[in-house]
């Protein structure tokens, strides 16, 4: 299982990214994606998550509103467009693949992510 995110960068608040991750290695039509992130000093918190089909999608109440997650089946990639950035919005985001039946809003469910990509939100 291979997870690759990218399209992180330094950006001012009220600016807005959008990141991409490409997967191979796995099923990944059939798979439920979350995005993750972590802070310095803190616990890998989830972001947002989105089922195989895309037709449902979760957020944490921190970043509703502001991101977007989607995926394109076809090209093995999940996006998570944000916009409004605040400094807190500063972290490291992972892609996952979600495992089990069990919520989609908990970091927990999201054993298996890749190499992260920097998001810094300058003040």
């Known amino acids: 299982v291979q997870l690759q995110a990218y399209g992180g960068g330094l950006v001012q608040a009220g600016g807005s990214l959008r990141l991409s991750c490409a997967a191979s290695?796995?099923?990944?039509?059939?798979?439920?994606m979350g995005w993750l992130r972590q802070a310095p000093g803190k616990e890998r918190e989830f972001v947002a998550a989105?089922?195989?089909?895309?037709?449902?999608?979760y957020y944490a109440d921190s970043v509703k509103g502001r991101f977007t997650i989607s995926r394109d089946n076809a090209k093995n990639t999940v996006y998570l467009r944000m916009d409004s950035l605040k400094p807190e919005d500063t972290a490291v985001y992972f892609c996952?693949?979600?495992?089990?039946?069990?919520?989609?809003?908990?970091?927990?469910?999201?054993?298996?992510w890749g190499q992260g990509t920097q998001v810094t939100v300058s003040s």
């Open positions: 290695g796995r099923t990944f039509s059939s798979n439920a």
């Open positions: 989105i089922n195989w089909s895309g037709s449902t999608t």
């Open positions: 996952a693949f979600k495992s089990g039946s069990g919520s989609y809003v908990q970091a927990s469910q999201y054993p298996y």
